[in-house]
């Protein structure tokens, strides 16, 4: 596996936009290993010249990325989230699809009153088409995900106002 600086660059700016702690990258005589710092929020890279495992040759750390840009001041930033909503996530990564079948509507919308154990998606992993029934009952307000989107571990699916 050869990486250049700038795709090494580009592996860790695509690292601090995610929330993922750690990446480890092994093949032949190559392993990288990317690793956030937690209290600046920046990645820094190890990379391991010689045979993986061998140390013969001491990880050499490569520049950090610069920090990301600021928070947008208040009054850009996305109005304040309605605190009596709660919000149906994702239970794993796959792909959400809002219907049981491409010809077949969709199990809910926005607006429709859910009970809970109701089927309100199906989030594909693996192949396997896995069912996500909502653990409350209420009225469907938001459908944050468009069909066939993927979604990640934790990712809000829809709002629902509690009944």
């Not at 600086?5 to 990258?25: H, K, M, P, S, Y």
């Not at 992993?125 to 468009?146: F, P, Y």
Request: charged letters at 20%; aromatic letters at 4%.
């Amino acid at each position: 596996m050869d990486l250049n600086f700038g795709e090494l660059r580009e592996l860790v700016a695509a690292l601090n936009q995610t929330d993922i702690a750690e990446l480890i990258l092994k093949g032949g005589d190559f392993e990288l290993t990317l690793r956030k710092q937690t209290a600046v929020g920046s990645a820094v890279v190890l990379a391991d010249g010689g045979l993986a495992g061998n140390g013969s040759t001491p990880p050499a750390v490569l520049p950090e990325m610069p920090p990301a840009p600021p928070a947008p001041p208040a009054a850009e930033r996305a109005p304040t989230l309605d605190p009596n909503l709660v919000e149906i996530t994702s239970p794993m990564v796959g792909t959400f699809y809002r219907a049981p079948a491409p010809e077949e509507p969709p199990f809910v919308d926005v607006g429709d009153r859910i009970q809970s154990g109701q089927t309100v998606c199906i989030i594909e992993a693996m192949k396997l088409m896995n069912e996500l029934e909502a653990e409350i009952s209420g009225e469907i307000v938001e459908i944050l995900v468009e069909n066939s989107e993927p979604v990640e571990f934790g990712q809000a699916l829809m709002r629902v106002r509690p009944a």
